[in-house]
């Protein structure tokens, strides 16, 4: 089984719709991430939280909110999509061993907003 | 400036060609750096982890630090087919990672 898993994987919702994104991960990690993926722009980082009683502000928040239900979910809310929010979302997680510092990530959720 | 530029091609080679991937930064405070490959529709998958200056060795993949002049490579040596992503490079303080656009790389049979 994958370590990170996101659902849905793909998702179709109109504007002003509220929508929600899930992650899970079994890699035992104290720190998530939600990302974006646009053409041209690579990854933009949205929400990360270190722990469970820890979330932070990417550098593109605005219109997004997160939720840490447990060290091993984290998920993302759409409050009002819009057009603007289509694109590739990732999660990723990461150890807090600065020995270990890589991420890893889920496949991805393809998002349209119509 | 970005914290990390990153040339974003595309790139095109034959099969068994050598490969030259870089990054520059800017943030004499990244300590930890990655190369990471994506393929289409697919999630970045970690392909390389270096700390610190200093080059690392993977099989057909060597990962090259250069602290001083801020600079990072991937070298792929005898590439293939299957090689043909986009391959992200990523840097990170400890705390926060910063990617680089990626270069999309198409190895031709």
């Known amino acids: 089984d994958a370590d990170v898993t996101q659902t849905p994987r793909n998702r179709i919702t109109k504007t002003g719709k509220r929508i929600m994104l899930e992650c899970s991960q079994t890699k035992g990690h104290d720190r998530m991430y939600w990302y974006r993926q646009d053409p041209g722009l690579g990854l933009q980082l949205i929400y990360y939280s270190f722990d469970v009683k820890d979330i932070n502000k990417g550098e593109i928040s605005d219109g997004y909110s997160v939720s840490r239900q447990a060290q091993a979910k984290f998920s993302l809310s759409l409050e009002s999509a819009i057009p603007n929010q289509t694109a590739l979302y990732f999660c990723a997680t990461s150890d807090s061993n600065p020995s270990k510092e890589t991420q890893y990530f889920g496949p991805g959720t393809r998002l349209l907003v119509l | 400036q970005k914290e990390v530029e990153q040339d974003p091609g595309p790139l095109s080679v034959p099969e068994g060609a050598i490969v030259s991937l870089n990054c520059t930064y800017s943030n004499s405070a990244f300590q930890y750096f990655m190369w990471y490959r994506q393929y289409s529709r697919k999630g970045p998958e970690l392909l390389m982890y270096?700390?610190?200056?200093g080059n690392k060795e993977d099989g057909r993949f060597t990962a090259q630090v250069d602290k001083s002049s801020k600079y990072i490579s991937l070298f792929i040596r005898d590439s293939q087919p299957s090689d043909s992503a986009t391959y992200l490079c990523a840097m990170s303080t400890g705390n926060q990672f910063y990617f680089g656009t990626g270069t999309s790389l198409t190895v031709i049979p």
């Open positions: 270096t700390y610190s200056s």
